[in-house]
């Protein structure tokens, strides 16, 4: 989701650059039409994956924080943006309706419209650090090397292959935006912990059950599961509920009474 938000950024910061290109060559209704379809059409990554995901794995450390790139990056971006966005629909109601009061309007649209294409890809720039400070530090070729190993198999660790050996404590490794193992069967009364390696992640349930907060590399999460049942889980920055992307599964069984 976040490679397909961010071409869709930049696919839109060049519609804007071809919407001024056809203002100067005098299209002034096809410039209309682009550059309104444009500032409207990005309230839906806005307000279904940008606005969650800062909600989820920003604003929870501001301003504490800031010190930090993954949370002052992120906040930079989402403020420049959010001016971006107010500015360009007010540029649109100015310039196409009457609904702005008079004493709100401006006469000369130019200097307007050039100073929104300027925040924009101000903010197209910052939201490409954003996007390398969180996602950068893998390479494909160890995300690719992680997926093979996330796969469940006979030589999963014992937790998955022997319920009866199934240790206390078990652990889940996450590094290259991947949980491994991403399958894994435990005993009821077995605590889980999720050790995070690289990068920013979270834990989160897909029913809500638990949530971890924003974990820096070298931090953990942990959970005791006492109950039977199928629990999956994803990271709310890298993943989706239901599977999606960076997600795992516990299976709880039940509890071997000893002879």
Known sequence: MSKLN????????????AGMWLARRGKFRAHAFCQTSVVFLNLIPIFYF?????????QPGLPHRLNDSFYSVATAHAALGTLAEVLGIYIILVAGTKLVPAALRFKKYKPWMRLELVVWWLTILLGLGTYFVWYGGASSKANDASAGAQQPTSSAPAASASPQAAPKVVTVEISNFAFTPKELTIESGTTVIWKNNTGRHTVVADDSGFESTVMAAGEEFRRTFEREGRYQYYCSLHGAAGGADMAGTINVTARRQPR
């Open 6 to 17: 961010l071409i869709a950024q930049l696919l839109m910061g060049a519609a804007l650059l």
């Open 50 to 58: 940008m606005a969650p995901v800062f909600h989820k794995g920003v």
